[in-house]
């Protein structure tokens, strides 16, 4: 472990992390546009979450609640990243995604980004903590992000006691290294552990 992190070190004294974004207004209303919440006070994550509602990235559920402890589904993760980073393309089509449902047009253009173009795509799949890190990854590839163009020889499954279950070894490099997401102190990564509304919402607060 102490290897890859005197590595990593390294790496970001060397990069300049320098990411000119505008900074989200941060609101504490009970009220966020016009949409009431009644789910998240003293929830750790509040802040953020009030943050993300009132810039228009991610909404709450009809019946009042935002539900921060339920899975973040693909096509929900799909609308809020494309919204977020104000994604363009081609939208493409998916035989399980109809043409009047309210993600289709943020899915097809999500869809070019990570590398599905046909077929099926699992819009409710539940996404796990790998899921999360790779598809953020990968747009940033997509994007020519050079903080995320960089190679080295670490296989990054050696660091963690349960790195045997990590799928896409290099972009979870990545990820670790840009801080999308860190080990537990028990030396887990838990990749294939499933990512809460809240918890993507932390995540993406990283992406710089």
């Known amino acids: ?58 909404n709450g559920f009809e019946d009042g ?18 919204d977020y980073l104000a994604l363009e393309g081609k939208e493409y089509s998916f035989s399980d995604v109809s043409s009047d449902r309210w993600s289709k047009s943020f899915v097809g253009v999500f869809g070019g980004y990570i590398g599905e173009k046909s077929g099926t795509f699992n819009p409710t799949k539940e996404l796990t903590r790998e899921d999360v890190i790779v598809y953020l990854v990968k747009i940033k590839e997509k994007l020519g992000d050079k903080y995320y163009k960089f190679t080295i020889d670490i ?3 050696d660091e963690f006691v349960d790195g045997d279950k990590i799928i896409d070894a ?39």
């Open 1 to 58: 472990m102490r290897k890859i992190l005197s590595l990593l070190v390294l790496m970001a004294l060397t990069f300049s992390f320098s990411y000119a974004e505008e900074d989200m207004e941060i609101v504490y209303l009970d009220e966020i546009d016009g949409q009431e919440v009644y789910d998240i006070d003293d929830h750790w994550a509040e802040e953020t979450i009030r943050t993300y509602m009132l810039n228009g990235y991610i």
């Open 65 to 82: 609640t935002f539900r921060p402890n339920d899975t973040i589904t693909k096509e929900q993760f799909a609308k809020i990243v494309v």
């Open 155 to 157: 296989d990054i499954r």
């Open 170 to 208: 290099d972009r979870i490099l990545k990820g670790v290294h840009n801080k999308l997401v860190e080990g537990y102190e028990d030396g887990t990564l838990k990749p294939d552990k499933k990512v809460t509304r809240a918890e993507f919402l932390t995540i993406l607060d990283r992406l710089r």
